[in-house]
């Protein structure tokens, strides 16, 4: 069970491994996407079919005794979850012989919840992993079975530590898988748990006040969707690309002013410093370098992004 691409790389490894037989993939139903909100299947629906696995994508799992008998029929050994996206209601965590294993991002209790890898970026941490845990009817809260730490590197945005946090789950969602039978599950301690709550659009507004390393965290961690942005004369302004520039603090200027324009980018001024942004896009364009953007907008020194 598992909708987006980070679920896709864990259910390659286990079409690959001939130890496992799978009998159905479970994903969410068809979504419309972009201005012309095309119907379009998600990542694990548009790869299982590729190997002709039987998928089945329920609106709703309470109370649907469809999807229960389904599965009832099926008669698994394990049910497998990677960010489905959908509460499992105790009926189903009860019919496999070896309950739900859930792949979660985190290294459990820490960021319990929807989005672990963006928090974690987010909150400038160092590192993070995966926890194969046993499911039990509340958020995140089951018995532990095996959980591997990785460093978040300071480049890392949420795309390649998706990658990289993908890659480990596959494989230790196998060796789990492998020696079920022989690992002791271990209690969480709740009095350590941290949460990690879905993502809105808003979070993407940049504000000035913070520090250089703040924005370029929540730069990182929000990278794809949904960016961040912030405004200039009036217009929304994506930042695509950007850095951190070394500036001494700047006293006597608002946050948010351009201090420095060069053929690399525009040196915004933030609480503790600057940072430069490299690419960006303001309403209704496209994506442009720095240098364009200054020879077609004609942004300059003391302008102000709100």
């Known amino acids: 069970m598992g909708t987006p691409e980070f679920a896709v790389n864990i259910l390659q490894k286990l079409i690959e491994d001939p130890t496992f037989n799978i009998r159905l993939v479970v ?10 909100q095309i119907l379009t299947p998600p990542p694990v629906k548009e790869f299982a079919l590729k190997f002709n696995l039987n998928v089945i994508q329920p609106e709703k799992l309470k109370g649907n005794q469809e999807f229960f008998e389904i599965l009832k029929k099926i008669n698994p050994d394990v049910i497998v979850v990677v960010a489905y996206g959908k509460i499992l209601p105790k009926e189903v965590l009860h019919i496999p012989r070896y309950g ?41 809260t089951g018995d532990i079975l095996l959980q591997e730490k990785i460093e978040i590197e300071k480049n890392d945005d ?5 990658n990289k946090l993908s890659e480990l789950g596959g494989r230790l969602l196998i060796k789990t898988l492998k020696n079920i039978s022989n690992i002791t599950p271990i209690k969480q301690d709740s009095t350590k748990a941290t949460y990690a709550p879905p993502i809105e659009k808003s979070e993407g507004q940049i504000s000035w006040d913070m520090t250089n390393i703040e924005i370029y965290n929540r730069f990182r ?32 200027v608002q946050n948010g002013t351009v201090i420095e324009i060069d053929d690399s980018g525009i040196v915004i001024k933030v609480k503790d410093g600057a940072i430069k ?10 994506k442009i370098s720095a240098k364009d953007f ?6 300059k020194r003391g302008d102000i992004l709100r």
């Open 27 to 36: 994903t969410q139903p068809d979504k419309p996407v972009g201005r012309k």
């Open 100 to 140: 739900c294993i859930n792949v979660h991002a985190s290294l459990l209790p820490e960021y319990r919840g929807a989005a672990p890898i963006q928090r974690a970026i987010m909150d400038g941490q160092n590192y993070t992993g995966i926890t194969i845990m046993k499911m039990d009817e509340e958020l995140d």
């Open 158 to 162: 949420v795309i390649t530590l998706s």
């Open 221 to 252: 961690a929000l990278k794809g969707w949904p960016g961040i942005f912030t405004a200039y004369k009036g217009k929304l302004l994506k930042i695509h690309d950007m850095e951190i520039v070394n500036e001494k603090k700047i006293e006597n």
């Open 277 to 286: 942004i490299k690419e960006l896009q303001l309403e209704g364009g496209r």
């Open 294 to 299: 200054v020879n077609g907008y004609k942004i």
